[in-house]
């Protein structure tokens, strides 16, 4: 069974911030949820952007950034639980997204927001993410609506 990945609502306010403030600029924009490994559940502790190159339909995480990812991972042993990104309209998962995703391993959530982000609110951020899960396949695979809270789940 897949761990719940236990987001809490500062995460999101932080996550929504720079995802709006790159779309407000017609980029996208990619932040990392870094998670502390508990027995159950994967525990977000933090919001990481990491440097990035950005246009209107993609993002780039040059190696020297996902290296600085990396220490600080290393450092305060953590791990990225879940990549939330902006699209600039609908939200899926580009055939890019499932090429270049930085998380690899087996149920890592992928999370995407329609419109850069620039419509939704915390209150909103559950409805409008679209939820993907990396398989055992490999293969990014979009989590129904209705199934949602058995991987991801944001507390007030």
């Known amino acids: 069974m897949t761990k719940n990945v236990i987001v809490p609502a500062h995460v999101i306010d932080e996550t929504l911030v720079h995802l709006q403030t790159a779309g407000?600029?017609?980029?996208?924009?990619?932040?990392?949820?870094?998670?502390?490994?508990?027995?159950?559940?994967?525990?977000?502790?933090?919001?990481?952007?990491?440097?990035?190159?950005?246009?209107?339909?993609?993002?780039?995480?040059?190696e020297s950034s996902m290296d600085t990812v990396m220490r600080e991972l290393r450092m305060k042993r953590?791990?990225?639980?879940?990549?939330?990104?902006?699209?600039?309209?609908?939200?899926?998962?580009?055939?890019?997204?499932?090429?270049?995703?930085?998380v690899r391993h087996e149920g890592a959530l992928s999370?995407?927001?329609?419109?850069?982000?620039?419509?939704?609110?915390?209150?909103?951020?559950?409805?409008?993410?679209?939820?993907?899960?990396l398989s055992r396949k490999n293969l990014w695979m979009e989590i129904p609506e209705s199934k949602i809270h058995q991987h991801y789940r944001i507390l007030p």
């Open 24 to 62: 407000g600029q017609d980029r996208e924009c990619v932040v990392l949820w870094l998670a502390s490994r508990q027995t159950e559940n994967f525990q977000v502790v933090a919001c990481w952007k990491p440097e990035q190159q950005a246009d209107y339909d993609y993002f780039q995480i040059p």
């Open 111 to 133: 999370l995407v927001l329609p419109h850069f982000a620039l419509r939704t609110a915390k209150e909103s951020f559950a409805k409008h993410a679209a939820v993907f899960i």
């Open 78 to 102: 953590l791990m990225i639980a879940a990549q939330v990104h902006s699209h600039p309209n609908r939200a899926f998962h580009s055939r890019a997204d499932d090429k270049w995703a930085i």
